[in-house]
């Protein structure tokens, strides 16, 4: 377990990227890591199968939490989709190869599951995007994948990284196919009553100017 100094949650994951990004929006957190077969099952649909990674993964990090220990775990996991087929993290560059010739050319979805346990129980949510892809040539995969860049990510690039130069086109979270949706993150963590903004910022020196209420004649 890596800890903070005093940390508001637990961050289920060893990404460098979601940590970055938590860090993004102020959120103190310690690591711990969860080891979850991240096997699709047969006939799960991929956005059933990324919400049931994320919560195992918080499910597995908060039951190696010291007793009495009531902060909330977050985890995460994000996959690449092509029509209804999943693309996972490639291992070698043959898989390389067939997954950035499958999104040449064409769109694909990207699903990011984050799941939250807290004391008042769990809660889940799912950021849907999609990317669309330039076409690719034969080289500039291979060059890719000997870069190292695609070997930890799913679908095969990062989008943060050289990935970035083979979308032509997003819509939708670039946090979220980053591997860590905000905006579902934020409200999940505010649900669970931790501000991410202080309560400082509305203390402004300059007072807010008041709206005169509309009346009626």
């Keep these: 377990m890596m800890?903070?100094?005093?940390?508001q949650i637990y961050l289920a994951s060893r990404s460098p990227r979601r940590r970055e990004l938590l860090t993004q929006i102020g959120v103190r957190f310690a690591v711990v890591e969860a080891e979850v077969d991240e096997t699709c099952r047969p006939g799960e649909h991929p956005e059933d199968y990324v919400l049931r990674v994320a919560l195992e993964k918080a499910r597995q990090?908060?039951?190696?939490l010291p007793?009495?220990?009531?902060?909330p775990v977050l985890g995460a996991d994000t996959t690449v989709v092509v029509g209804e087929h999943?693309?996972?993290?490639?291992?070698?560059l043959e898989d390389c190869l067939a997954m950035m010739q499958s999104l040449s050319g064409r769109s694909h979805r990207v699903l990011t599951a984050v799941a939250?346990?807290?004391?008042?129980?769990?809660?889940?949510?799912?950021?849907?995007?999609?990317?669309?892809?330039?076409?690719?040539?034969?080289?500039?995969?291979?060059?890719?994948?000997?870069?190292?860049e695609p070997q930890d990510k799913a679908g095969g690039y990062g989008i943060q990284g050289l990935g970035a130069l083979f979308?032509?086109?997003?819509?939708?979270?670039?946090?979220?196919?980053?591997?860590?949706?905000l905006f579902e993150t934020g409200r999940?963590?505010?649900?669970?009553?931790?501000?991410?903004?202080?309560?400082?910022?509305?203390r402004a020196s300059v007072p807010i100017a008041q709206v005169p209420t509309e009346t009626t004649p």
């Excluded at 769990?122 to 690719?136: A, H, K, P």
């Excluded at 979308?167 to 949706?181: D, F, H, Q, T």
Aim: net charge negative; hydrophobic share 35%; glycine share 12%.
């Design 167 to 181: 979308i032509a086109g997003l819509n939708g979270s670039y946090s979220g196919v980053m591997g860590l949706p």
């Design 3 to 7: 800890s903070d100094a005093d940390p």
């Design 188 to 202: 999940l963590l505010g649900q669970a009553g931790i501000e991410l903004i202080p309560n400082t910022a509305v």
């Design 61 to 64: 990090a908060h039951a190696a």
């Design 86 to 92: 999943i693309l996972g993290k490639p291992t070698t």
């Design 67 to 71: 007793a009495g220990d009531s902060r």
């Design 116 to 148: 939250l346990i807290a004391p008042d129980g769990e809660r889940t949510d799912l950021s849907e995007s999609r990317v669309t892809f330039r076409s690719l040539t034969q080289d500039e995969c291979l060059r890719y994948w000997l870069t190292g």
